[in-house]
């Protein structure tokens, strides 16, 4: 007995696996662009504190003295350093901490995108190899927005009463 395969069966089929796959990376890719995104920022952040916020003094010098803005051809020195300093080492530990949980997300992959633009312009050389991938996962989470298995989506489905009809 030959069982015979339609061309129509086959198609039907590749359809069904393609809509399973399209399911599962929707609820998948989300946390993963989150962890993605936030790992390096996190460990870049880690390495600026001496303690509960205590700022390592190699932080405060590298906003000081070795951190340059290089624009149209020129290196500026940041504005208040020191404050920029701080500013960007709870950035780096806060922002991606909410990345993971989901929260805030299409605000902190906001955050982490304008901190790349900001780190392309004290390391130009850095545009292939870090900040073009880090700046496509941030416009990625802006864009989908936190997935499923996020707080975000947790939070938007609970009810709210102060809406009209409560919905």
Known sequence: MTTHVSIAAI???????????????????????????AVPFFKSGLTKWDGFLSLS????????????????GQAYDFPLPTAVAY?????????????VLGLATRFSALALLVMTGVIQLVVPEGWANFHLPW????????ALGPGALSLDHWFERLPRPWKQGGA
Do not use: C, Q, T, Y
Not at 87 to 99: G, K, M, T, Y
Not at 135 to 142: N, T
């Open 87 to 99: 500013l960007d080492s709870i950035a780096e530990i806060v922002l991606p901490v909410l990345l």
């Open 135 to 142: 700046a496509g996962l941030a416009l990625a989470l802006i």
């Open 11 to 37: 198609e039907n089929a590749v359809r069904e696996l393609a809509a399973w796959l399209a399911r599962v990376a929707r609820m998948v890719a989300p946390p993963v662009l989150r962890i993605a995104l």
């Open 57 to 72: 003094p190699a932080a405060e010098f590298l906003f000081e003295d070795e951190f340059k803005l290089h624009i149209f």
